[in-house]
T-cell receptor, first 113, second 113 residues
Framework: GQQLNQSPQSMFIQEGEDVSMNCTSSSIFNTWLWYKQDPGEGPVLLIALYKAGELTSNGRLTAQFGITRKDSFLNISASIPSDVGIYFCAGLNYGGSQGNLIFGKGTKLSVKP | EAGVAQSPRYKIIEKRQSVAFWCNPISGHATLYWYQQILGQGPKLLIQFQNNGVVDDSQLPKDRFSAERLKGVDSTLKIQPAKLEDSAVYLC???????????FGSGTRLTVV
């Protein structure tokens, strides 16, 4: 089945630093999404990308949909303590299983004040 | 609007016992999903409903897992009998327009001992 490779697995950074994480796939996706999950909660959508090459921002977050449709990255600028959590990429293809998200394994972000 | 409600929040059972989880989606959301999230991994789709019909259950271990959404609103997921490897967080999500309108519940953390 389809798999997403997400890296890095974990990051320990100082408050104020920028963060970058990425996701690659062996197959093409029509849509890439980035989620954040806090302990004891479900994932919350941060950014959705619909077109190859698209660059989208949401506050301090910026994400890009790779040209090949097989990768995406997420940047967080000027990190703050509340950025702590697990970030997941997810790929989506339309079709018979519309809405079936394929998730990466997550990047655990720790921010030191 | 109220979010996706799930209960119970936590459940501990012995292997070979049965367990059931309940989900009440956001009002008006036609599509409902059950995901399994094993510790350290991203969520994996178990089953997708459109109203009260099953759209995708290809990854549901049907020898022990079952799910229903009889009136097209709330849903139950059952495991019978449970195995140790079923220990995970079970997330329910609902959407009104495919993956883009996804909202996840807080999940039920199942521990099988």
């Amino acid at each position: 089945g389809q798999q997403l490779n997400q890296s890095p697995q974990s990051m320990f950074i100082q408050e104020g630093e920028d963060v970058s994480m990425n996701c690659t796939s062996s197959s093409i996706f029509n849509t890439w999404l980035w989620y954040k999950q806090d302990p004891g909660e479900g994932p919350v959508l941060l950014i959705a990308l619909y077109k190859a090459g698209e660059l989208t921002s949401n506050g301090r977050l910026t994400a890009q949909f790779g040209i090949t449709r097989k990768d995406s990255f997420l940047n967080i600028s000027a990190s703050i303590p509340s950025d702590v959590g697990i970030y997941f990429c997810a790929g989506l293809n339309y079709g018979g299983s519309q809405g079936n998200l394929i998730f990466g394994k997550g990047t655990k972000l720790s921010v030191k004040p | 609007e109220a979010g996706v409600a799930q209960s119970p929040r936590y459940k501990i059972i012995e292997k070979r016992q049965s367990v059931a989880f309940w989900c009440n989606p956001i009002s008006g959301h036609a599509t409902l999903y059950w995901y399994q999230q094993i510790l350290g991994q991203g969520p994996k789709l178990l089953i997708q409903f459109q109203n009260n019909g099953v759209v995708d259950d290809s990854q549901l271990p049907k020898d022990r897992f079952s799910a229903e959404r009889l009136k097209g609103v709330d849903s139950t997921l059952k495991i019978q009998p449970a195995k140790l490897e079923d220990s995970a967080v079970y997330l329910c999500a609902s959407s009104t327009r495919g993956a883009l309108g996804y909202t996840f519940g807080s999940g039920t953390r199942l521990t099988v001992v």
